[in-house]
């Protein structure tokens, strides 16, 4: 977080001012007044003008940790959303192109360097799995845009989960109305590599993804059982 210097002195403008007017008082009292009922009275106003700025900084010192646990708390929430959905969206597509075999974190990597050509003549989207697309669309564009939490992404997460969505909108839109594989393959293709781009940009997530990856082999185990 970047300190706004002018923010920082502004706000500290009353508290200079409240510990000045504390000071003042108490020497002026010390000075200049000897009646013992007003020497008390200033001073008792002078004490809590210096006891004021202590008391607004441990405030202010308070709220920033129970804010920041709370970002944090919200953070961690929004991002295992968020993996959650990239996780099923990235079954989907391994569906949808034919790819077999155990999904891994690696495997995941891997999947940026199937080439276009490869994905046009496995591609496949049944409806089922363009069901799955749509939920997948709409269920990120609903965390983005229409979550009140969706202030804790960076702008560069949400860049990255906005162009998730627009390339799934246009691979959909492409599906419906035109159905040329070549260019449904290019939207395949952006979308995986949006997908590891999101996991190297953040390793809690990527570490998170992979907690997720061996929850979903253990469950299609017990399922197969």
Known sequence: ?????????????????????GLVLFIVTKDD????????????????????????LLYDYSNYRVSKQLK????????????????????TIRQIIGM??????????????????????HLKITSVLMTKLRQSRD?????????????????????????????LSQLINEHDFRRNHRVAAKYIKSIIGHITDWMDSDALAAMHFQQ????????????KK
Do not use: C, W
């Open 212 to 223: 997720l990856l061996g929850t979903a082999e253990l469950d299609s185990k017990d399922t």
């Open 100 to 121: 077999r075999g155990r999904l891994t974190f690696a495997s995941l990597n891997n999947m940026g360097d199937i080439s276009l050509s490869h994905i046009a003549t």
């Open 139 to 167: 269920n990120m564009d609903d965390l983005i845009y229409h979550n009140p939490n969706s202030n804790v992404l960076s702008a560069d997460q949400v860049q990255t989960l906005a162009s998730i969505t627009r390339e």
């Open 1 to 21: 977080m970047k300190l706004n210097l002018r923010d920082f002195l502004l706000k500290m403008i009353p508290y200079v001012l409240s510990i000045a007017g």
């Open 33 to 56: 007044v000897h009646d013992p009922n007003i020497t008390d009275l200033i001073n008792n106003i002078a004490a809590s003008l210096l006891s004021i700025p202590l008391v607004f």
């Open 72 to 91: 944090k708390t919200l953070s961690d929430n929004m991002n295992d959303k968020i993996n959650v959905l990239l996780l099923n969206l990235t079954i």
